[in-house]
């Protein structure tokens, strides 16, 4: 092996060593990679990582799988003579499912492999400032980049770390459970909770709170909780779990309020820690908050001057665009000549709830502490669909306004095609788009994007 050589001397293995072969990682490796830098990407999973393999990508194919349910139900409203609900087939669409991830892990291989980065299967522990041992090897590099992603966290409640699910298991389920309780309040609750009850579970959401989504702005949780229990999901907010048991194959669970269910199956969505445990960097030195993230700067360099980190492991924007952006910006800095940083300011976001929320900028109560006044535009609708299939859900749209500048802060919508819609949105907020730049544009008639750009009365 030809060793690489850095300014001072040393020779290394390889100029770079990524740990984790996700969105991230993969970027990172391939953008060094094609900068000239030798590369070596480690995985002890399927690369892809947690978007590809175990989250973003099975889950939302599932939520389309689940959604077309309520597109029966709608279509007997446009005059479709449906005698009986449609069968699912579980296990069919699960083999579909996988199907899709072989497809787009050999699309991850081969993007390492076109770009000249060698590609390791194992477990990686770091065993020093430059070195990663792997399958009882120890490779060196001038830097390390550690993306590793998160993973489920259980809270600590009797029986529940023994009789619950993760959102893992949740995409692989051999049978589909008559009902189910899915534990928390997050997007990745709200999601798996619309999917079992699209596919025709009994579904309980169950969650400390008053309201889902925390840390979302307060009238989308609002509308939230309104939809989902109209959706046919049975809230029990402000609960916890006291305790599980397993009676058979059925789970008895007691809540917090005295109330007791007995379910097929208990899914634990409380949350995502950093995936440090065990890999060795706490004795070497590199700080780590709280959660076991890896804490870095701007530039995504630890407290020890050859380790990296971006992503998931990182808890600083947990989303995958995020990590592809700071891998990309990482790569082109230490690289490629062209030091900079991924900007982490109005990242928008989708929770692929039914129905869907996204979001861009500042929450309301964001900005009332931002700004010295605040000016905020709402309009709640049902959409043009649901005024002929019969379903009664709104569509909510919400615009934050700095009073001052007539700058749009913020955008928050609940409903149909809301991701689609906020990606728009967002490259307005980013480009510091005004409340006038809105009202100057013409909409696209009839949608319910247009609403973005005819709202004009502020609320009271």
């Not at 959604?67 to 479709?80: C, I, K, L, P, Q």
């Not at 699309?107 to 980065?117: D, F, H, M, T």
């Not at 939230?224 to 194959?249: F, K, N, P, W, Y």
Request: glycine residues 12%.
């Amino acid at each position: 092996m030809v060793l690489a050589m850095t300014q001072t001397g040393a020779s290394y293995d390889y100029d770079l060593i990524v740990i984790g072969a996700g969105s991230g990682g993969v970027r990172a490796g391939r953008i060094a990679a094609g900068h000239g830098a030798r590369v070596a990407v480690i995985e002890g999973d399927r690369p892809g990582g947690t978007c590809v393999i175990r989250g973003c990508v099975p889950k939302k194919l599932l939520m389309y799988g689940s959604a077309f349910s309520s597109d029966v139900e709608d279509a007997r409203g446009f005059g479709w003579q449906i005698e009986a609900m449609p069968r699912h087939d579980w296990p069919a669409l699960i083999a579909a499912k996988d199907a899709e991830l072989e497809r787009l892990e050999g699309i991850y291989r081969a993007l390492l492999k076109n770009a000249g980065a060698t590609l390791i299967s194992g477990w990686a522990q770091v065993c020093g400032p430059h070195e990663v041992s792997v399958n009882d090897t120890v490779y060196s590099a001038a830097k390390i980049l550690v993306a590793v992603g998160g993973v489920p966290q259980i809270v600590d409640a009797p029986g529940l770390v023994e009789h619950a699910i993760s959102s893992n298991e949740a995409l692989d389920l051999k049978q589909f459970p008559k009902d189910i309780l899915v534990y928390g309040s997050g997007y990745i609750a709200l999601e798996f909770a619309g999917i079992f009850n699209g596919f025709g579970a009994r579904t309980h959401l169950v969650y400390r709170g008053d309201l889902p989504l925390r840390g979302f702005d307060e009238d989308i949780r609002e509308q939230m909780a309104v939809a989902l229990a109209e959706r046919g999901i049975i809230l029990h907010s402000g609960c916890t779990i006291a305790e599980v048991t397993a009676d058979g194959v059925r789970k008895q669970v007691r809540l917090s309020s005295g109330a007791s269910l007995s379910v097929d199956a208990v899914m634990a969505a409380t949350g995502r820690r950093p995936n440090t445990a065990g890999l060795g960097l706490q004795e070497l030195g590199v700080e780590l908050g709280r959660h076991g993230e890896v804490v870095v700067d701007a530039e995504s360099r630890t407290s020890v001057p050859s380790i990296f980190a971006i992503g998931d492991v990182t808890n600083r924007i947990n989303l995958t665009p995020v990590a592809i952006a700071e891998g990309h910006a990482f790569a082109d800095s230490e690289f490629g000549g062209n030091r900079r940083v991924a900007d982490h300011k109005n990242v928008a976001s989708a929770v692929f709830s039914q129905p869907p929320v996204a979001s861009v900028g500042m929450t309301e109560t964001e900005a009332q502490a931002a700004c010295a006044a605040v000016t905020v535009f709402t309009s709640g609708f049902r959409a043009m669909k649901n005024t002929i299939s019969g379903r009664g859900e709104k569509t909510f749209m919400k615009l934050i306004v700095n009073a001052d500048t007539d700058q749009v802060l913020g955008a928050h919508m609940m409903g149909p095609d809301c991701g689609e819609i906020m990606q728009g949105i967002a490259v307005a907020i980013k480009a510091g788009a005004r409340k006038a730049d809105f009202d100057a544009t013409i909409g696209i008639h009839p949608t319910a994007a247009e609403e973005f750009v005819t709202m004009r009365t502020p609320r009271s």
